[in-house]
């Protein structure tokens, strides 16, 4: 079982940017689809972005396309979320998933979750 570990949250300003990261703490991901979801309070979990094995694809919800941007290092065994331009609404625990299999929208299903990451974006 992959063991994920999310960091790079934090309080920023709307408008201001940044970088969220998730290493395998224990095992590979090397071999699997990755992607980020988020849960506000009170709200479901939704999918961010997913990413391909070799990071040649990449897969956002619209309402972060164009200002999110997913990658993947499969040597150093992580995987990034640059987040730009954002606003209130993108506030959130920030999830970092291992897919099943090779899907980078994750429709496989999750086979391992990170622990989360709170970014905070204020107005």
């Known amino acids: 079982q992959v063991q994920l570990v999310e960091s790079g949250g934090g309080l920023v300003q709307a408008g201001g940017s940044l970088r969220l990261s998730c290493v395998a703490a224990?095992?590979?991901?090397?071999?699997?689809?990755m992607g980020w979801f988020r849960q506000a309070p009170g709200k479901e979990r939704e999918f961010v972005a997913g990413i391909t094995v070799t990071g040649d694809s990449t897969y956002y919800v619209n309402s972060v396309k164009g200002r999110f941007t997913i990658s993947r290092d499969n040597a150093k065994n992580m995987v990034y979320l640059q987040m730009n331009s954002l606003k209130p609404e993108d506030t959130a625990v920030y999830y970092c998933?291992?897919?099943?299999?090779?899907?980078?929208?994750?429709?496989?299903?999750?086979?391992?979750w990170g622990q989360g990451t709170q970014v905070t974006v204020s107005s």
């Open positions: 224990r095992g590979t991901f090397s071999t699997y689809a």
């Open positions: 998933a291992r897919a099943r299999g090779f899907e980078a929208t994750m429709s496989g299903g999750i086979g391992s």
